[in-house]
Nanobody, 122 residues
Framework: QVQLVESGGGLVQAGGSLNLSCAAS????????MAWFRQAPGKEREFVAG????????YHADSVKGRCTISRDNAKNTVFLQMNSTIPEDTGVYYC???????????????WGQGTQVTVSS
């Protein structure tokens, strides 16, 4: 059974940091692109950051560029999202996703985690 399990979410004050992790199991994702999406209440799921299978290419949404960094450790089948200088607008459920290609559209990803809540207080 393929699983993506996110962890590391929680409550943080604005300006603080969080480090999200997504552990994959069931098969190796070393050839997949991985991405983080987030969804705030009443809003559509939006792309946050993505990384190709080798880690050689990353892409971050303008809303998080300079504040968030995506990385991966293929030996551990894990992808990370380091969040710094958080703002209240970063609040939402953060989802990890895996797919064949690095895309900003959620429909491009085949596997999803259950999500982890991030709340940034002002």
């Amino acid at each position: 059974q393929v699983q993506l399990v996110e962890s590391g979410g929680g409550l943080v004050q604005a300006g603080g940091s969080l480090n999200l992790s997504c552990a994959a199991s069931g098969r190796t994702f070393n050839s997949d692109s991985m991405a983080w999406f987030r969804q705030a209440p009443g809003k559509e799921r939006e792309f946050v950051a993505g990384i190709t299978w080798s880690g050689g290419t990353t892409y971050h949404a303008d809303s998080v560029k300079g504040r968030c960094t995506i990385s991966r450790d293929n030996a551990k089948n894990t992808v990370f999202l380091q969040m710094n200088s958080t703002i209240p607008e970063d609040t939402g459920v953060y989802y990890c996703a895996a797919g064949a290609f690095l895309r900003v559209r959620a429909q491009a990803y085949d596997y999803w985690g259950q999500g982890t809540q991030v709340t940034v207080s002002s």
